[in-house]
């Protein structure tokens, strides 16, 4: 292994950087191998200056730096982008573009770095011959075949905090209070932190809600004199007879993006127990700031380990964490099933135990 490129795909996610430094340190230290940084995804093997050199000094005092310092695009599909021909912009597949510079930079290895829409590129350009290896990022924690996702960590503590701060003027004002989070179709973060808040009603989009159940919880609570309720809102969340909310519609660059369930249920709520309702929408302070101890620490392992299989020729596969232990899984199989929250599965039911609604109850 001489020469291997790093980059970042899709939104971002703290703990980033630190697998950029872990995968220059050890293919450095460990393999006397050179590492090229590629810019803003995968447009930066498409773009001038695209491509930077990555030593020890580019990577020094970057762990405890959220965002990512190679940038990152959620739209650089190479097999569908956008470009300029003949004064028209038009989507165009580029990927053999991409191929040959990767072929003309002579890279030995590809670690990128993304959650499922990134993957499922290098799973693609894998197919193409380029000797991808995946690394699983997002806030979300919706990647398949990996216990945890760096960055999940993170986002949780951001929207727990957003709980607790919330918690003291709901109590104040007697108020209800709904934080819309983020988490796409998974509803890792709002169940997370709506626990660790001690939210009294959280939806998710593995479980579809009836608005009745929820102004249910929120009068029950008022009558046995709790004045106040806090509401954990995935944005992903769908009524039993409703569909998801999306503030902006996709097309053949972006994905649609999901946003305004909180509002719907807010309104909902006050309307129908006559209690007052504010709605707070966390948004991307969850995707920001330093990474948390264990998002380093998992970063960095999934960093240090990429590097050490691309030096044994391990590629088309992810890192993953199991058991407590990073392994690696083919691409295939971390994109086979997307993770979701297991509605039947312990953490769900403890928050049932525990008296939270999910909006399912009869
Ligand atoms: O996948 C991460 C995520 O933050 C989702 O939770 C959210 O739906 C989406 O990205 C927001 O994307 P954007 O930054 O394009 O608005």
């Known amino acids: 292994m001489k020469k291997i490129g790093v980059l970042t795909g899709g939104g971002d996610a703290p703990g980033l ?6 995968v220059v340190k050890t293919a450095i230290g460990s393999y006397q191998c050179e590492v090229v940084g590629i810019r803003d995804g995968y447009d930066g093997f498409l773009k001038e200056k695209g491509q930077i050199p990555l030593g020890r000094s580019e990577v020094r005092g970057i762990l405890p730096r959220g965002g990512t310092i190679l940038g990152t695009a959620n739209r650089g599909n190479p ?3 956008k470009v300029i021909r003949d004064g028209k912009t038009v989507i165009e597949d580029t990927s053999d573009e991409v191929v040959a510079v990767i072929e003309k930079q002579k890279l030995d290895g590809l670690i990128v770095i993304g959650g499922d829409g990134t993957l499922k590129i290098s799973q693609e350009l894998f197919a193409k011959g380029v000797p991808v290896i995946g690394v699983p990022k ?9 216990e945890v996702t760096f960055g999940f960590d993170t986002a949780l503590e951001t929207a727990t905090e957003a709980i607790d701060k919330l918690h003291t003027t709901a109590e104040s004002h007697h108020r209800v209070m709904v934080l819309e989070l983020m988490g796409r179709d998974a509803g890792f973060i709002a169940l997370h932190a709506g626990v660790a808040g001690g939210a009294d009603v959280i939806l998710i989009p593995e479980i579809s809600f009836r608005y009745e159940a929820i102004v249910d919880k929120v009068v029950r609570r008022v009558e046995s004199g709790r004045h106040f309720s806090i509401l954990a809102v995935s944005e992903g969340a769908k009524s039993l007879d409703g569909e998801q909310v999306f503030s902006r519609s996709g097309n053949e660059i972006y994905v649609p993006r999901l946003g305004g369930v909180g509002e719907m249920v807010g309104k909902y709520v ?4 006559g209690q007052e309702t504010r709605v ?10 330093s990474p948390t101890p264990f998002d380093r620490w998992l970063a960095t392992r999934y960093g240090a380990a990429a590097a050490r299989l691309a030096a044994k020729g391990g590629f088309g596969r992810m890192v993953s964490l199991r058991n407590g232990e990073v392994v690696d ?34």
Not at 17 to 22: D, P, S
Not at 138 to 146: R, Y
Not at 280 to 289: A, D
Not at 330 to 347: F, N, Q, T, W
Request: proline share 2%; no cysteine; net charge negative.
């Open 329 to 362: 899984i083919s691409l295939d199989e971390a994109l086979a099933i997307p993770k979701r929250v297991k509605v039947d599965g312990d953490a769900v039911r403890t928050a049932r135990d525990l008296g939270i609604y999910f909006g399912d109850e009869k």
């Open 17 to 22: 950087n630190a697998v950029i430094r872990a």
């Open 79 to 81: 097999f569908a982008r």
């Open 280 to 289: 707070t929408v966390l948004g991307h302070i969850q995707r920001g700031g």
């Open 270 to 273: 006050e309307d129908h127990s």
């Open 138 to 146: 997002t806030i979300d924690n919706d990647v398949g075949g990996t």
